[in-house]
Structure formats: C-alpha cells, structure tokens
C-alpha cells in the first residue's frame, strides 16, 4: 500500500511497544505471552491499515490476533485505529513477511491469512508474490501441521496464479469463490480496506480457503 510518508509514523511506532513490536525475532516461540490468554494465534501477512485485522480480534475474542506490516506509515496508522479500543487479543508487527521463519517458531500459528497482497504481474517479479513458493514454504514452517491459508483479492491475474502456485505447492483446497459477495460464504466475512473499495466499484472478489498436506 502505497501511502504518504508521515512524520508522526516512525516515532508512534517507537513509543508504543506494548502495541507494535519492531523487532519481532524477539517473541520468536513466546507471542503468546503478547496476549492476556494463551489461545489460537492468526496472523494476516500485509494488514494494510488494519480494518480487517481489527474486526476479526472484536468478532472473535476466542482467538489471538497479529498483524503484520512492512510499510511504516501504514503500520503506524494501523497500530493508532486499534490503541483506543484496548484489545488484549490483537497485536502488531512492523516486519517484511518474507522473513516470518525468523519471527514465529515452527507451528506457533494456527491460520494466516493474506488480503488484496500486491499482484506483482510481471513475470520477473514473480519471487516478489506472497504465494510464490518459497513463501509458501515459510508459512507452512510456522503454522501447525495441516495449517490453512485464506486468501482474497480482486486481482485475477494474482488469483489464476496462487491457484496454481498452491496446488503445484501439493496444497489442500477447502474452498474457492469467485465471487465472495454474492455466495454464502459472504455471511460472516470481515472487509478489509481495498475489499470495500473494490466492491463499491462493483469488482467480484476471489477467495480461497486451502491447507498443507502436512
Ligand atoms: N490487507 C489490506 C492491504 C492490502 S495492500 C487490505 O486488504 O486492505 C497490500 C499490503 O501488503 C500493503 O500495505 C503492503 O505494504 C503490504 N506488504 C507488501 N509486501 C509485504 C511484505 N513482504 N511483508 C509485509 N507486508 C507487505
């Protein structure tokens, strides 16, 4: 995402560790004590400002929340929305998803999920999509075994892609729309940010549901 530098960003992000960590190979195999209760761990890689992330952690107190975030700016943003509503099951990370291994333990989440990532529709730049192989690689180490991914976007380009990437990855599919809004898997959905922008402009939305062999 693509937004503004804003000055504010990086010394919020500094001054709230509680909320946001920087450094996240440090809670390596430990996220759990980021939550008042020990309880399943998601993680969404690229949470953009954070309207996805924040919804699931009020819908679902049941489960511990992070987001993940490369950009700065946007993290920042993010981390600001969620401070004033004090949810003890959500945290942040301001870290690039290609390194999740160095961050999570093996198995210590228990569902990702990626939304609207950036399509990357150059062949060259094929490396860079977060389902190309070797990132699926390292979402299977630090989920537990058999874990699943969700996955929506309105790029079809990106979908046809990770269709293939993740079924050439010997990938389990549990599910797949193409058209989110108007199925029944609607019921229930949490919008992300560029989901509503789509949406409004009358785009169909693609998700998945898929898990590891093992
Ligand atoms: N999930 C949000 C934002 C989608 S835009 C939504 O659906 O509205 C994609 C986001 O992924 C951007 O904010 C971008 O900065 C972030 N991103 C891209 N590559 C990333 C990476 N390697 N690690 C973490 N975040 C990444």
Redesign the pocket.
């Known amino acids: ?1 693509r937004v503004k530098h804003k000055k504010w960003a990086e010394p919020y992000l500094e001054s709230h560790p509680e909320l946001i960590s920087l450094n996240p190979a440090e809670f390596k195999g430990n996220w759990q004590s980021r939550f008042e209760k020990a309880q399943p761990l998601h993680l ?6 954070g ?2 992330i924040i919804g699931m952690a009020k819908k679902y107190p049941q489960y511990n929340f992070i987001g ?4 700065s700016t ?1 993290a920042a943003i993010a981390a600001k929305k969620a401070e004033p509503e004090h949810l003890p099951n959500l945290t942040f990370v301001r ?4 390194g999740l291994d160095t961050y999570f333990a093996d198995g210590e989440i228990d569902q990702l999920y990626l ?4 399509p990357w529709p150059k062949t060259r730049h094929e490396k ?1 999509r ?1 389902t190309y192989k070797s990132f699926l690689a390292n979402y299977q180490q630090v989920l537990v075994p058999k874990g699943s991914i969700e996955f ?1 976007t309105d790029n079809m380009g990106l979908f046809q892609y990770s269709l293939t990437s993740l079924n050439n990855y010997g990938m389990i599919f549990d599910g797949v729309w193409l058209d989110l809004h108007h199925s029944d898997e609607n019921e229930g959905n949490v919008e ?4 509503q922008k789509f949406a409004a402009k009358g785009q169909p939305i693609y998700k998945l549901r898929a898990h590891f062999a093992k």
């Open positions: 995402m969404e890689v690229g949470m953009g400002k309207q996805f993940l975030e490369i950009e946007v870290a690039d998803g290609a939304n609207f990532s950036d860079r977060l929506k992300t940010e560029y989901e």
